[in-house]
């Protein structure tokens, strides 16, 4: 991650408390208040059953020293998903210290390179065996967050609540260790006093019964140590429940009276890394507390408390002890259980929070100090394409740099086009034929072993799972150079490395029908490339797609206006009168040949069809067919003719070579015919519309949805009906001299396509 210089406007001590724990906020706002910082707190949290304890508090909102105007941004944004730039931009002038969770894995990696103060993860214990390292680098979708701690070094701490939360992590995570314990607001002023105790029943907190497996089996379990007892069951429940002893959601004052009339509290919980808070309220309140030792609590008060119990048969004694009025031993629990709340008092905790916070100014200075030693250096932005999709890639790269000019800001583009594998393509690019800088790459393949090693010298090191990756060979230094790479790849049949941030563009959707020998409709292909940052599409259908078949996040895919790979040409200039017209065969369109040669049979032999056909192979994908893989499609084209018993003279096959070629073919041609099955190439349909010929397309969701934000005319063609298609062939062939009405629709250019790219892209540097 690049070392960026400060960009703070004053020397305010401010912090982001990026949390909304109810009961958190209320010690540790006012912690932060008397150490000297100004706090700014989020308005918006995850709709999700884990914040179950969260809420929005706008009462430091008064005490921020920063224009209301950049405060009014701070409050829109999503923290936790991953907030815009504008967001960051703010946050980093006037803020040093950020406290944060890991919810979202993409908003904690955003967050760590957007952020350029000190990130502290704010833990407070996982139970069971579960551990935060472990989180993070054996679930795929949190990955990056191990990447993201490696890359800001310094500027990153695990700041734990308790003081050995940190004995189970790794050193990577145990060495950036600050204790910041987590207090109780109001612990130094307890309210026992109002306690009464008239309701002889205990009181259990047992959130989320209805589906949180956890909370299911440690109900059933207390149902079950219990059975007998008069209980009630505390705790927000996101779904209803049918058992009458469960209290469900309470407002405040209900709450309240229930701490102060209940009999007593059990507290279930022997885990040493992880306690809740409501045992501390019982306290605070006055409630005799019995819980189970072997937890957190023996660590704060011990093993001799009277609440205190080694097993269920003693919490059971106990407890019927206290509903049968044992005053003698309630007083004696109540008397003694105060101690427990000596950790959470504001101040026993303060000495380490200033420590803490000191530690973690004194490594940020050092960090910033480096910083300023750097020259600053523009953004760099390398756009990857294989040469079937230059066209589509130079004008991203084009849209880009147009957008960033717009955007008043410093960035680089670079289009990267991949070497072809095929030697008559091996020919050296004509680079200043793009308007853009260009390089050359080759994929190369890593295995495990050596991706890792990538990843680490990279500074970019994360668990990898998969035994191959790929990383672009530019003969530099692997395009490390570039902050983002936008990958204008159809199809991604190996993951790539994730040394940089990746935001995938893809040329086609087509890949994902492509039939396999058993004709099985392809999946995953997009979904290999680990987590991008963003996925960029130019139809709904598209999108569609990639969400509800491949799994990718809908937050990440943007649908944006297909970009004008073509120019329009100016007049109609057709030239001679057309003899031909022109198939131009995509090799993922080859599961219809034996179609299209039945429809031209037909067209030949029973409607006497006098145009010939020029069936062109396109380039498309051409860096992954061999010779050999061309010589198949050849081949089959050929026993698809001659089954059908169509005269050579009526057809030939040919390679598409060059655009240009493309254009010139088009050109001299009656009209376009597209008989492939789900073909969504766009550029053969749009050079065609700019020399106003006719198009015979085959039904395609993506091609429709073009055509109609695009204006263009299409002759729509069954592609499962070959009479259908011969007689959608006549009309053109019969037609084509005849003047071609004007084509609808509004003529985008780069200029209107820049600013809805940068957009998204930039977002994602």
């Known amino acids: 991650m690049r070392l960026e210089k400060s960009v703070r406007v004053d020397n305010v001590p401010r912090v982001m408390w990026i949390l909304n724990h109810t009961a958190a906020r209320k010690f540790e706002i006012p912690m932060l208040r008397e150490l000297g910082y100004e706090v700014f707190t989020p308005k918006i949290y995850p709709d999700d059953a884990n914040f179950r304890s969260a809420s929005v508090d706008y009462?430091?909102?008064?005490?921020?020293?920063?224009?209301?105007?950049?405060?009014?941004?701070?409050?829109?944004?999503?923290?936790?998903?991953?907030?815009?730039?504008?967001?960051?931009?703010?946050?980093?002038?006037?803020?040093?210290?950020?406290?944060?969770?890991?919810?979202?894995?993409?908003?904690?990696?955003?967050?760590?390179?957007?952020?350029?103060?000190?990130m502290l993860w704010r833990t407070y214990g996982l139970a069971g065996n579960n551990t935060y390292s472990k989180i993070i680098e054996t679930m795929p979708f949190y990955q990056g967050v191990y990447t993201a701690i490696q890359a800001l070094g310094k500027r990153f701490w695990f700041t734990e609540g308790y003081p050995h939360l940190h004995k189970v992590e790794p050193d990577y995570l145990a060495s950036k260790t600050v204790f910041l314990p987590l207090g109780m607001g109001g612990a130094s002023d307890p309210i026992s006093a109002e306690w009464n105790g008239g309701d002889r029943r205990i009181l259990f907190i047992c959130p989320d019964i209805g589906f949180n497996q956890a909370y299911v089996e440690i109900f059933q379990k207390f149902k079950k140590d219990f059975r007998g007892f008069?209980?009630?069951?505390?705790?927000?429940?996101?779904?209803?429940?049918?058992?009458?002893?469960?209290?469900?959601?309470?407002?405040?004052?209900?709450?309240?009276?229930?701490?102060?009339?209940?009999?007593?509290?059990?507290?279930?919980?022997?885990?040493?890394?992880?306690?809740?808070?409501?045992?501390?309220?019982?306290?605070?309140?006055?409630?005799?507390?019995?819980?189970?030792g072997g937890g957190i609590l023996d660590m704060f008060g011990g093993k001799k408390l009277p609440g205190r119990c080694a097993t269920i048969e003693e919490a059971r004694k106990k407890i019927d002890r206290i509903l049968k009025d044992d005053w003698k031993l309630i007083n004696k629990i109540r008397e003694s259980q105060a101690v427990l709340l000596d950790p959470?008092?504001?101040?026993?905790?303060?000495?380490?929070?200033?420590?803490?916070?000191?530690?973690?100014?004194?490594?940020?200075?050092?960090?910033?100090?480096?910083?300023?030693?750097?020259?600053?250096?523009?953004?760099?932005?390398?756009?990857?394409?294989?040469?079937?999709?230059?066209?589509?890639?130079?004008?991203?790269?084009?849209?880009?740099?147009?957008?960033?000019?717009?955007?008043?800001?410093?960035?680089?583009?670079?289009?990267?086009?991949?070497?072809?594998?095929?030697?008559?393509?091996?020919?050296?690019?004509e680079k200043e034929e793009f308007d853009v800088p260009v390089r050359e790459f080759s994929w190369r393949a890593l295995d495990r072993e050596a991706a890792n090693r990538a990843l680490v010298y990279a500074g970019a090191a994360r668990p990898l799972t998969l035994n191959s990756y790929l990383i672009p060979d530019d003969g530099i230094n692997h395009l490390q150079d570039c902050d983002l790479w936008v990958v204008v790849a159809s199809e991604v049949s190996t993951?790539?490395?994730?040394?940089?941030?990746?935001?995938?563009?893809?040329?086609?959707?087509?890949?994902?029908?492509?039939?396999?020998?058993?004709?099985?409709?392809?999946?995953?292909?997009?979904?290999?490339?680990?987590?991008?940052?963003?996925?960029?599409?130019?139809?709904?259908?598209?999108?569609?797609?990639?969400?509800?078949?491949?799994?990718?996040?809908?937050?990440?895919?943007?649908?944006?206006?297909?970009?004008?790979?073509?120019?329009?040409?100016?007049?109609?200039?057709?030239?001679?009168?057309?003899?031909?017209?022109?198939?131009?065969?995509h090799p993922l369109s080859i599961a219809n040949i034996d179609r299209a040669a039945e429809a031209l049979a037909i067209y030949y032999h029973e409607m006497s069809g006098k145009l010939k056909c020029n069936i062109l192979l396109s380039e498309a994908y051409q860096t992954k067919l061999t010779d050999d893989d061309i010589s198949n499609v050849k081949r089959n084209l050929t026993k698809a003719m001659r089954r059908w018993n169509i005269p050579r003279r009526r057809y030939s096959i040919s390679e598409l070579l060059s655009e240009?070629?493309?254009?010139?073919?088009?050109?001299?041609?009656?009209?376009?015919?597209?008989?492939?099955?789900?073909?969504?190439?766009?550029?053969?349909?749009?050079?065609?519309?700019?020399?106003?010929?006719?198009?015979?397309?085959?039904?395609?969701?993506?091609?429709?949805?073009?055509?109609?934000?695009?204006?263009?005319?299409?002759?729509?063609?069954?592609?499962?009906?070959?009479?259908?298609?011969?007689?959608?062939?006549?009309?053109?062939?019969?037609?084509?001299?005849?003047?071609?009405?004007?084509?609808?629709?509004?003529?985008?250019?780069?200029?209107?396509?820049?600013?809805?790219?940068?957009?998204?892209?930039?977002?994602?540097?």
């Open 59 to 118: 009462s430091e909102d008064k005490n921020l020293t920063i224009p209301p105007d950049d405060l009014a941004v701070l409050n829109k944004a999503d923290w936790y998903r991953g907030a815009p730039r504008k967001a960051w931009e703010i946050a980093n002038k006037y803020f040093d210290i950020m406290f944060c969770i890991v919810f979202d894995p993409k908003g904690f990696e955003i967050a760590a390179r957007r952020f350029q103060g000190a």
């Open 230 to 292: 008069p209980y009630a069951i505390g705790g927000a429940q996101s779904v209803k429940t049918t058992d009458p002893s469960v209290l469900g959601y309470l407002p405040i004052e209900e709450h309240r009276r229930n701490m102060r009339e209940m009999r007593v509290m059990f507290y279930h919980s022997q885990e040493p890394n992880h306690i809740h808070f409501h045992p501390f309220e019982a306290i605070k309140a006055g409630m005799p507390l019995v819980f189970m």
């Open 344 to 429: 959470m008092k504001a101040e026993n905790c303060t000495g380490f929070w200033r420590q803490g916070m000191e530690k973690v100014f004194t490594k940020l200075a050092e960090s910033r100090a480096d910083a300023e030693e750097l020259e600053p250096l523009p953004k760099r932005i390398a756009v990857l394409t294989d040469k079937n999709s230059i066209a589509k890639a130079r004008a991203l790269a084009l849209a880009l740099e147009e957008g960033a000019k717009l955007a008043n800001e410093d960035v680089e583009i670079v289009l990267t086009i991949e070497r072809s594998k095929r030697a008559y393509s091996s020919k050296p690019i």
């Open 495 to 585: 993951p790539i490395l994730p040394i940089r941030p990746i935001v995938l563009a893809p040329d086609t959707i087509a890949p994902r029908f492509r039939p396999g020998p058993q004709e099985i409709v392809k999946m995953g292909q997009f979904g290999l490339t680990l987590a991008p940052e963003a996925v960029i599409v130019d139809s709904q259908f598209a999108s569609e797609e990639l969400i509800h078949c491949e799994g990718v996040s809908a937050r990440n895919v943007h649908v944006l206006p297909p970009l004008p790979t073509i120019e329009v040409a100016p007049a109609l200039d057709v030239g001679e009168e057309a003899k031909a017209f022109v198939w131009v065969l």
């Open 660 to 765: 240009r070629q493309l254009r010139r073919v088009i050109k001299e041609s009656a009209f376009l015919w597209r008989p492939g099955k789900l073909d969504s190439d766009i550029t053969t349909i749009t050079i065609a519309r700019a020399f106003r010929k006719r198009v015979v397309a085959a039904h395609c969701p993506v091609l429709k949805e073009y055509a109609g934000n695009l204006g263009f005319n299409i002759t729509w063609t069954d592609d499962e009906d070959p009479n259908s298609m011969a007689g959608n062939i006549c009309e053109p062939a019969r037609d084509h001299s005849l003047p071609l009405a004007p084509f609808k629709g509004r003529e985008m250019s780069i200029e209107d396509c820049a600013r809805d790219y940068w957009n998204v892209i930039s977002e994602c540097l």
